[in-house]
C-alpha cells in the first residue's frame, strides 16, 4: 500500500493477507482516478442529472420556533434514492467502471446503502449483491424490495443479531473468495484503508455545498453543524466543509437506544474504547476480552458496534463533540419535523433533529445550526407505527 | 519445550496439523479431543480463541467459535486450557486468533503469558505483513516464533518480505477464500508451494479447504513441511454434539489416516 490509512493512530488496515492486495487495486485506482478531469466531469454530470445535486439548504422556520433557534436543513434527503448515499456509490461505481470491473457487492444495515448500491448496479449494467442481516431485511423491506427490483441479490445474512456489523462479517468472507473480479463499494467512512478517505472524498461536496449556501443565504457561517452518526459518511462528508472554521462546532449524533447499558445502545464514541474491527483500528463497543457487543438502535442505519476512524481522532482532538440521542426522543424528533415541516426525516436524521431538541435550552435564539437531514423516512414509517401508533 | 526447528528438522514427512477451537464444545470436551488428538498423531496443534467476528472463516469455525463462546471460553480459561495439554504432552502450539483480542488483553502481556503456558507462535489473521511491527517484536522477545500467511494472491515481493519476518513457518493458504471443507483441493497449490520454496527455506504449512487424506497426501508430495486441517475437523465436533465419544472416534479415526497416508508419502 501507498500510505498507512492513518488518523492519527487510528484507521489502518488490518485485513487478512488474502485481502491486501484488492485493497492495493482499489487505493491505486483510486489516486489514480479521482482527480482525473474525465472522471471528474462524468461525476459531476452523475451528480447533477441522475442524483439531483446540489441539494438546497433550508431553512425549516417552523421547526426553527420549536427549538428556538434557527434550524437550517441540508437536504440529502431529496437525493435519488432518498438519502445522501449515492453520492458515494456514484463515486465508487464510476471507480468500478474506469477499473473495468463487473461485479458489485456492498453491506448494508437501513438498505439505504444497499439501494443505493443496487440502483448504480442497474445504471452501469454490473452484477450486484446485496449483504443484509435478517433483523434489518424484516425491519426494512421497503428498501429489500426496492433493492431487487433494481436487479441486485438480496443476501440475508443469519450470524449475530442480524445487523450491519454481520452484514460486512459477510461481505468481507464474500469478498475474500472472489477478490479477483468483484468491487467491494463499502458504504460508511469505515472499514479498511483506502476506505474512509474514499468514502469522505465522494461525500464531501455536501460539506463544500453546504458551506458556500450558509455564505449565499445565511450571510455567514453557522454556529454548529449537526450530523447524525453510526459508520459516520454523512457526518464526515458535511463536518470536512467546516474543518477549517474552528468557530463552527461540530455535532456527532450517535444512536443511544434505549439505554446506555452494555449492548442496548450504537453510542460507540460515548462510551466504547478502542479495538479492531473490520480492517481498522478505531473505537468500538466491546466487553474487557476484547468480543464485540450487539448493538441496538431504532435506526438500522446507526446500529453499528464500531465507527469512521477520522471521527475518533476528532473526537480525541476535540474538533468534534459527540452525543447520544435515545430512542424516544428520536421518535419525538421524527414526529416533530414531520408535523412542523412536512418533511419525513430518516430515523438516523432524526438523531441530529433529537439532539437539538434535547438541548434546545444550551442555545441562544440567535443560535445557527445547520442540521445534515441525510435521508428521508419513507423507509421507517412503518416501524414509527409500531413504536407510536397513529390515532385515528 | 519443543520447538517449531526441532519438530521439523526431525521429521521426514509432512506434519499433521489439526485445528481447533479452545472450548468447542465446552471445555472438557474440548480437552478430552485435543488429547485424543494427539494421541492419534498430531504433530503439532494449531488452537484458536474463539472471537465474536471471525471474519476468515467459514461457517463451520465460526458456529465452532459460537459454542465454545456459549460455554464460556475467556482468556484465563484458553491460558489453563493450554497448561493442561502441555501437562498431557509436550508438543508445539500455534494459536490462530485475531487482533482485537490480542490488542485488548495487552499485546507484551499476551505473547508472555501465553509463551508460559505453552505457546511457539501466534497467527494473527487480520494482521499483514504491513503491520507486523507491532507485534513481532513483543512476540520474539517473549521466545515466541512469528508465524505468517501467504496466500495464492500473494506478490513475489511480498512473499520475500514476509519470508523474512517469519521464524516459525508460513501458514501457506491453499485458496482464496475463507477457511472451510472443499471437495477439491486447489490446483494453485503446487505452484504456490514451489514459488515459496524458490524464495525461503522456511517451513511451509498448508491449510483452509484440505478435508481428506488424499488431499494432505498431494499437499505433501508438493513439498510442504505441514498439513494444516481446521473446518473437516472441527465438523465432527458439529455432528456429534450428542454423542461424545463417536466425536472422539471420528476425529481418531480420521487423523489416524491422514497420518497413515502422509507416513506412506516421506520425503
Redesign the interface.
Known amino acids: 500500500m501507498k500510505y498507512k490509512g492513518r488518523f492519527g493512530n487510528y484507521g489502518g488496515f488490518y485485513v487478512p493477507e488474502v485481502l491486501i492486495p484488492a485493497l492495493e487495486e482499489l487505493e491505486d485506482a483510486f489516486y489514480h482516478f479521482y482527480e482525473n478531469p474525465q472522471f471528474v466531469k462524468e461525476l459531476d454530470e452523475l451528480y447533477k442529472y441522475y442524483a439531483g445535486r446540489p441539494t438546497p439548504l433550508y431553512h425549516a422556520k417552523r421547526f426553527s420556533e420549536i427549538v428556538g433557534f434557527k434550524v437550517y436543513l441540508k437536504r440529502e434527503d431529496l437525493l435519488h434514492g432518498g438519502a445522501h448515499k449515492v453520492n458515494n456509490t456514484l463515486g465508487q461505481g464510476l471507480l468500478a467502471k474506469y477499473m473495468g470491473k463487473k461485479k458489485l457487492i456492498a453491506e448494508t444495515g437501513a438498505g439505504q446503502h444497499g439501494l443505493a448500491t443496487a440502483m448504480i448496479g442497474a445504471l452501469f449494467g454490473m452484477e450486484t449483491k446485496i449483504f443484509m442481516g435478517v433483523t434489518d431485511i424484516d425491519r426494512q423491506s421497503v428498501n429489500v424490495h426496492k433493492m431487487r427490483l433494481c436487479g441486485a441479490e438480496v443476501v440475508a445474512v443469519e450470524g449475530g443479531t442480524g445487523t450491519l456489523k454481520d452484514a460486512i462479517n459477510d461481505a468481507l468472507r464474500y469478498w475474500t473468495a472472489h477478490v479477483t473480479d468483484t468491487f467491494y463499494l463499502f458504504g460508511s467512512a469505515a472499514g479498511p484503508h483506502p476506505y474512509p478517505a474514499i468514502v469522505k472524498h465522494f461525500q464531501s461536496c455536501i460539506g463544500k455545498e453546504a458551506r458556500q449556501q450558509c455564505i449565499d443565504q445565511i450571510g455567514g457561517l453557522p454556529d454548529m453543524v449537526v450530523a447524525c452518526v453510526g459508520g459516520g459518511s454523512n457526518a464526515i462528508g458535511i463536518f470536512s466543509g467546516f474543518y477549517d472554521d474552528k468557530n463552527v462546532r461540530l455535532i456527532g449524533v450517535e444512536a443511544g437506544g434505549m439505554s446506555l447499558e452494555e449492548g442496548k445502545n450504537a453510542a460507540t464514541l460515548a462510551i466504547g474504547k478502542v479495538g479492531i474491527l473490520h480492517g481498522a483500528k478505531a473505537y468500538l463497543l466491546q466487553d474487557k476480552e476484547g468480543q464485540v457487543y450487539d448493538t441496538e438502535s431504532v435506526s438500522a442505519g446507526l446500529d453499528y458496534a464500531a465507527v469512521g476512524p477520522e471521527h475518533c481522532l476528532l473526537k480525541d482532538t476535540k474538533r468534534a463533540e459527540y452525543f447520544a440521542a435515545h430512542d424516544e426522543d428520536v421518535l419525538n424528533a421524527f414526529e416533530t419535523l414531520t408535523k412542523s415541516e412536512g418533511i419525513i426525516p430518516a430515523l438516523e436524521s432524526s438523531h441530529a433533529l433529537a439532539f437539538l431538541m434535547t438541548h434546545k435550552n444550551d442555545f441562544s435564539p440567535d443560535t445557527i445550526a445547520v442540521v445534515n437531514l441525510s435521508g428521508r423516512g419513507d423507509k421507517d414509517v412503518s416501524i414509527v407505527e409500531k413504536h407510536r401508533p397513529l390515532k385515528q | 519445550m519443543k520447538t517449531y526447528k526441532q519438530l521439523f528438522s526431525q521429521l521426514n514427512r509432512a506434519a499433521l496439523i489439526p485445528f481447533f477451537v479452545i472450548g468447542d464444545p465446552d471445555f472438557d470436551t474440548s480437552l478430552e479431543i485435543v488429547k485424543t488428538a494427539i494421541d492419534s498423531g498430531a504433530d503439532i496443534l494449531e488452537l484458536g480463541i474463539p472471537?465474536?467476528?471471525?471474519?476468515?472463516?467459514?461457517p463451520a469455525i465460526?458456529k465452532a467459535d459460537i459454542r465454545s463462546?456459549k460455554s464460556g471460553m475467556?482468556?484465563a480459561k484458553a491460558l489453563e486450557f493450554i497448561q493442561k495439554i502441555k501437562e498431557y504432552k509436550d508438543i508445539p502450539i500455534g494459536l490462530l486468533m485475531?487482533?482485537?483480542?490480542v490488542?485488548?488483553?495487552g499485546i507484551k502481556k499476551f505473547f508472555g503469558d501465553f509463551h508460559k503456558a505453552g505457546v511457539n507462535s501466534v497467527l494473527v489473521?487480520?494482521?499483514?505483513?504491513?503491520?507486523a511491527d507491532e507485534i513481532t517484536e513483543p512476540a520474539l522477545s517473549s521466545g515466541l516464533d512469528t508465524v505468517?500467511?501467504?496466500?495464492?494472491?500473494?506478490?513475489s515481493d511480498?512473499m520475500k518480505l514476509?519470508a523474512s519476518k517469519t521464524t516459525g513457518f508460513i501458514y501457506t493458504?491453499s485458496?482464496?477464500?475463507?477457511t472451510g471443507s472443499r471437495n477439491e483441493l486447489s490446483n494453485q497449490i503446487d505452484g504456490l508451494i514451489a514459488k515459496l520454496k524458490k524464495i525461503t527455506d522456511v517451513p511451509i504449512c498448508v491449510g483452509f479447504g484440505i478435508s481428506s487424506p488424499e488431499h494432505a497426501v498431494s499437499v505433501a508430495k508438493a513439498g510442504a513441511n505441514g498439513v494444516i486441517i481446521g473446518s473437516k475437523i472441527v465438523s465432527f465436533v458439529e455432528n456429534n454434539l450428542e454423542n461424545k465419544s463417536k466425536m472422539k472416534e471420528d476425529i481418531s479415526a480420521f487423523l489416524k489416516q491422514v497420518k497413515s497416508a502422509i507416513s506412506d508419502n516421506k520425503s
Open positions: 472471537f465474536s467476528d471471525p471474519i476468515a472463516d467459514g465460526q463462546m475467556n482468556m485475531y487482533y482485537n483480542l490488542f485488548q488483553y489473521a487480520d494482521l499483514s505483513i504491513d503491520d505468517f500467511m501467504v496466500t495464492p494472491n500473494t506478490k511480498r514476509i493458504v485458496v482464496l477464500g475463507v
